[in-house]
């Protein structure tokens, strides 16, 4: 599975991309790694351009939710990109515990899962997602 990784528009952050490769690389991932402070205009146009089958945004810097909800407005606007699987974690904003209107306006955006720091609900998605691309 060919995941493109990312971190946010305003999270300058590495560590979290960093080990975020290494567990996706182990868990038999590819990975296309853009880095941190990635602005929405070049998340659509790598997207567009190396066609991830899953799209793992990640941010600690606390503007998470707002970063995110940017992001996949963008995204979702691409015609090409409407049925790309969006996932984002991380620390996503500063009150410490997930803050559920934030969460609903994400799905309703179009983001697929918003999943905080938790790795194994990462893994239970991405094996969700493989799970659909391979039919029985
Ligand atoms: C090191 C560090 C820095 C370094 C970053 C160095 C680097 N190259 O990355 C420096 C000093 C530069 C820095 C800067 C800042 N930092 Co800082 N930083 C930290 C610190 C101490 C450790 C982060 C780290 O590297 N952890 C190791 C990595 C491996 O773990 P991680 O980032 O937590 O990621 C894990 C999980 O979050 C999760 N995860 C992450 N993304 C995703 C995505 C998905 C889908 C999933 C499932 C899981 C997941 O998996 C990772 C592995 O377990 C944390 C505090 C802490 N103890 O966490 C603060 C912290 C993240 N920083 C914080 C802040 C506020 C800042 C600054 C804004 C400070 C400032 N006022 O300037 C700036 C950022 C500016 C910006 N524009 O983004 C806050 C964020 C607040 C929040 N979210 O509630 C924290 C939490 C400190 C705090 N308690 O207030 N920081």
Sequence with gaps: MKILLSGTASDSHTWNLVYL?????????EVVGIGPCVDTELLTTACLRHVPDVLVLSSVNGHGYRDGLAAVRRLRAEPALAGLP?????KLGVAGHRQEADVARLIEAGCDA???????????????????????
């Design 86 to 90: 969006v996932v984002l974690g991380g």
């Design 21 to 29: 490769r290494l567990f996706l690389e182990e868990q038999g991932c």
């Design 114 to 136: 918003v999943l905080g720091e938790d790795l194994d609900a990462l893994c239970d998605f991405l094996a969700a997602r493989a799970r659909r691309e391979v039919p029985a």
